[in-house]
Nanobody, 127 residues
Framework: QVQLVESGGGLVQAGGSLRLSCAAS????????VGWFRQAPGKERDFVAT????????YYVDSVKGRFTISRDNAKNTVSLQMNSLKPEDTAVYYC????????????????????WGQGTQVTVSS
């Protein structure tokens, strides 16, 4: 079992930055790809970014490429999402999730592939 806890959300103006963190506890964290998803009000939860088990590959949805960076520190059991040049349309609850596996990050873009989920952290970008 893996427990995931997100932090770092908040209110920021358009063009600003936030850094989200996902802290994991439980079973071997390095056995998991970790992804970030987000859900805006009234919309479905969508994929944002993912990182492979060893940090060797990353994958992003087109709308955040060049603005968001996902990274991980397996020694500290954490995954971070650095979000720059934020836009009002980035407003959502952001969730981190864990998927057992050792494939390339691009494989893990669907919610149903993830076994473990955090509770989410709110990100609000004002215009």
């Amino acid at each position: 079992q893996v427990q995931l806890v997100e932090s770092g959300g908040g209110l920021v103006q358009a063009g600003g930055s936030l850094r989200l963190s996902c802290a994991a506890s439980g079973r071997t964290f390095s056995s998991y790809a970790v992804g970030w998803f987000r859900q805006a009000p009234g919309k479905e939860r969508d994929f944002v970014a993912t990182i492979s088990w060893n940090g060797g590959s990353t994958y992003y949805v087109d709308s955040v490429k060049g603005r968001f960076t996902i990274s991980r520190d397996n020694a500290k059991n954490t995954v971070s999402l650095q979000m720059n040049s934020l836009k009002p349309e980035d407003t959502a609850v952001y969730y981190c999730a864990g998927a057992i596996g050792y494939l390339s990050a691009s494989y893990y873009s669907r919610q149903e592939q993830y076994e473990y989920w955090g509770q989410g952290t709110q990100v609000t970008v004002s215009s």
